[in-house]
């Protein structure tokens, strides 16, 4: 069997699994195994594929067929054009959070020094790659899930800015930073309702971790009780920037502009789909 057949095959067997873009998912896999790039599959098109070569696609293409998303089976996941580890433990990162980091970058110059704190953290994919722009910044990392912290500070490793940035196991209310010390926050808290859970992709729901997507019954619990801490934790003028869900909108606009006066300039920035997901408001 060649190379071009033996993605052949996957990918029928992948579209009738029902999984998502099944050719794409064969030809990654492919990329995997064989370790070659996208032209690489191409000019090597009708090569043989080895035994042992093929006995590991095999293997990988039926983890992708029950659904587990190809991001685990490989453990990784681009991001911002870096590379981040990424496991069952933290969500695979999303193109709309990059549109996050394009609109940090509006308000700060390269060589700002910056403070700030990462609600949510994760595989620590904001973090990390703001402490990579931002070459004068300093930044804490919250997460409630140990295994996302470590996920998030083996990656600081591999991007060489551990020494800036610090991954703390705590939730969005815990007393870890102090008060008025921060120039800027992120945040990517859950924020899916529990009927939203319900409509997602079977390889979201089956296998990314549920308490890093779900925010409550409504889905906007944890926004609502993380604004007063964010609000206390900023500098006057400082800015926070935070991932909402596509209806949220003009709730979370009214919950930063009803914070006891805390915060001026609220807005809403739409994504690249024109749907609701970025809230950014200053400190008063």
């Known amino acids: 069997m060649n190379i071009q057949e033996m993605i052949r095959k996957a990918a029928a067997l992948l579209e009738q699994e029902n999984v998502d ?20 599959l191409v000019m090597e098109a009708k090569t043989a594929v080895s035994d042992q070569h093929l006995e590991e696609y095999e293997s990988l293409v039926s983890r992708r067929a029950t659904g587990e998303p190809a991001a685990y089976i490989l453990a990784q996941r681009e991001f911002f054009g870096l590379d981040f580890e990424v496991n069952p433990h933290v969500l ?7 549109e996050m980091i394009e609109l940090v970058q509006k308000y700060y110059s390269a060589n700002s020094k910056i403070m ?3 609600f949510g953290t994760g595989s620590g994919i904001i973090s990390i790659t703001l402490a ?5 910044s300093h930044g804490i990392g919250l997460d409630i899930s140990l295994g996302a912290c470590s996920t998030a500070l083996r990656n600081s490793r ?6 800036r940035l610090q991954f703390l196991q705590a939730d969005f209310t815990t007393d870890v930073i102090k008060n008025g010390s921060l120039d800027l926050v992120v945040a990517n808290p859950p924020y899916l309702s529990q009927a ?14 549920c308490g890093a997507l779900v925010g409550g019954p409504r889905g906007d619990e944890l926004i609502k009780s993380s604004i007063p801490v964010i609000a206390g934790l900023l500098k006057k003028n400082a800015l926070v920037f935070m991932e909402i869900g596509y209806l949220q909108g003009e709730t979370v606009k009214d919950l930063f502009e009803s914070a006891d006066g805390a915060f001026t300039d609220v807005y809403i920035q739409k994504d690249i789909s024109g749907h609701d997901r970025i809230a950014v408001a200053r400190k008063r």
């Open 21 to 40: 873009s099944p050719q794409l998912s064969a030809r990654i896999l492919a990329q995997k195994v064989l370790g070659l790039d996208a032209l690489g």
């Open 92 to 98: 695979i990162p999303r193109p709309e959070t990059e």
């Open 116 to 118: 700030f704190a990462d």
């Open 132 to 136: 990579s722009l931002f070459q004068n």
């Open 158 to 163: 591999k991007h060489n800015v551990d020494g």
């Open 196 to 209: 939203e859970l319900g409509e997602i992709s079977r390889e979201v729901y089956d296998f990314e971790p």
